[in-house]
């Protein structure tokens, strides 16, 4: 043989212990849920597109892992990618399949995606999006914003994590500041980016990178800081019309967070706070931000909002929508590392049949037959090893129960079953494991 391969991480690449995995799948079952509770379908696209749908809005070509695959004559061509996020190949999808699509479509996807940026704690270059978007044909109600907001309610209260809040804002209303002042087009974007970059920071922070980077008008810097500490969006609404601004924006917004409340969204849940702009260029009304009371230093764990077009590089037929996206992988290893959720055990068993004399091994199969068709996850141990050695297997993976055979359990057609938390032990009767074991 040659010399062994050396083996490391692969930065940014998680590879979780079984215990996380299983915590993991855990998670991705509760959001599962939390998505078809409100009637969501699910689709799943695959891990490769072409590049150039990939890069058809630009901006991240850098972050795209290239992949190769063979050309005519041996050639090779590099015109496929990893997908980078899961809403490309949303659009992508929508448009190729608008023909049989029923609308307003409601679709969740839950899948790893890839991006080539530099890994750092926290941030990852291959992780799960749990996205769930409501695409509508021509025009999509507003409403559906509020039934969004309420989705991401539902999916925190099943991760077990209650103490949330849902920052909610418009664009419209900060486009329509800037449109009084007659900035238009994608100097907009430019604004809005600022922003969204300072607006954690209060609106002192905002108004003066307003002021220096984006170089804008004086009343514009004053009516921006003011609007960010309106008390309430009747106040906002209010400056708004005295100034001569359209605040449609704020009627829209208020008509949302209200109907996220009669959806069962708490009072304190959800909030508005005007400075959230998101800082991508195709949201166009509500956006959304979400963040762990407490933990907002870790930033927004569940983000997204409101689009006029999703799909327009790949078809003229206008899509409309409305959907936000959870980083999981990002959200599991933070919330992990500050040991904020239970972690599973690593193995799912919750009985290990152990084995004394392997001249009743044919008694041992039957009980773990009798176990696994009650629904009970069973493992047998088949090395030949000493008692203690087997018991000790079953407390390393956190196997609670222990099913010892020997001699006079398979002759009297019981099991001593032991439970590992306790240490106690009792003899059981074959007929009484399951009902013993399950506590009913």
């Known amino acids: 043989m040659g010399e062994r391969i050396k083996i490391s991480p692969l930065s940014g690449f998680p590879e979780w212990n079984p215990a996380v995995r299983r915590t993991e799948l855990r998670m991705l079952d509760a959001i599962r849920q939390g998505f078809e509770l409100h009637g969501f379908l699910p689709i799943e696209t695959p891990a490769v597109e072409r590049m150039e749908v990939l890069t058809a809005k630009g901006g991240i070509q850098r972050q795209i892992y290239s992949l190769r695959k063979p050309g005519e004559g041996g050639e090779e061509t590099g015109d496929l990618g990893l997908h980078f996020d899961l809403?490309?190949?949303?659009?992508?999808?929508?448009?190729?399949?608008?023909?049989?699509?029923?609308?307003?479509?409601?679709?969740?996807?839950?899948?790893?995606?890839?991006?080539?940026?530099?890994?750092?704690?926290?941030?990852?270059?291959?992780?799960?999006q749990c996205d769930v978007d409501i695409i509508g044909s021509g025009a999509l109600d507003p409403m559906y914003d509020a039934e969004v907001a309420s989705v991401i309610a539902s999916v925190f209260r099943r991760l077990g994590l209650s103490e949330f809040t849902i920052r909610?804002?418009?664009?419209?209303?900060?486009?329509?500041?800037?449109?009084?002042?007659?900035?238009?087009?994608?100097?907009?974007?430019?604004?809005?980016?600022?922003?969204?970059?300072?607006?954690?920071r209060g609106a002192a922070a905002v108004t003066e990178a307003l002021q220096g980077?984006?170089?804008?008008?004086?009343?514009?810097?004053?009516?921006?800081?003011?609007?960010?500490?309106?008390?309430?969006?009747?106040?906002?609404?209010?400056?708004?019309?005295?100034q001569g601004v359209d605040a449609s924006g704020v009627t829209e917004l208020r008509d949302v967070e209200q109907a996220a409340l009669r959806l069962g969204v708490a009072r304190e849940e959800i909030e508005v706070d005007l400075a959230i702009a998101r800082g991508l260029d195709y949201y166009t009304g509500t956006v959304y931000e979400t963040f762990l009371r407490g933990r907002e230093e870790w930033g927004s764990v569940c983000s997204g909002g409101r689009y006029d077009d999703l799909a327009g590089y790949f078809?003229?037929?206008?899509l409309p929508g409305v959907g936000v996206s959870i980083g999981l992988t990002r959200?599991?290893?933070?919330?992990?590392?500050?040991?904020?959720?239970?972690?599973?055990?690593?193995?799912?068993?919750?009985?290990?049949?152990?084995?004394?004399?392997?001249?009743?091994?044919?008694?041992?199969?039957r009980i773990a037959a009798t176990l696994r068709s009650a629904g009970i996850s069973t493992e047998v141990y088949m090395q030949p090893r000493r008692l203690g050695d087997q018991l000790s297997y079953a407390s390393s993976l956190g196997v609670p129960w222990v099913a010892i055979v020997g001699a006079s359990e398979a002759e009297e057609e019981s099991i001593t079953l032991r439970n590992l938390g306790t240490g106690q032990q009792e003899a059981v009767p074959l007929d009484q494991l399951v009902p013993r074991v399950s506590g009913n």
């Open 315 to 318: 078809t003229d037929r206008p």
């Open 168 to 200: 909610l804002s418009n664009r419209k209303v900060l486009s329509a500041v800037l449109s009084r002042w007659g900035i238009e087009g994608e100097d907009v974007q430019g604004y809005l980016r600022l922003v969204d970059k300072h607006g954690s």
């Open 331 to 365: 959200l599991l290893d933070l919330l992990v590392q500050n040991e904020l959720i239970p972690v599973e055990s690593p193995s799912p068993t919750q009985v290990l049949v152990a084995i004394q004399d392997r001249t009743y091994l044919e008694y041992c199969l």
């Open 87 to 128: 809403t490309v190949p949303l659009a992508r999808y929508v448009a190729q399949r608008a023909q049989d699509l029923t609308f307003p479509f409601r679709r969740y996807q839950m899948q790893k995606v890839w991006r080539g940026e530099r890994a750092q704690r926290g941030r990852f270059r291959e992780f799960y």
């Open 213 to 242: 980077e984006g170089n804008a008008p004086p009343p514009l810097v004053e009516l921006t800081g003011r609007l960010l500490d309106a008390s309430n969006l009747d106040a906002a609404e209010s400056l708004l019309r005295d």
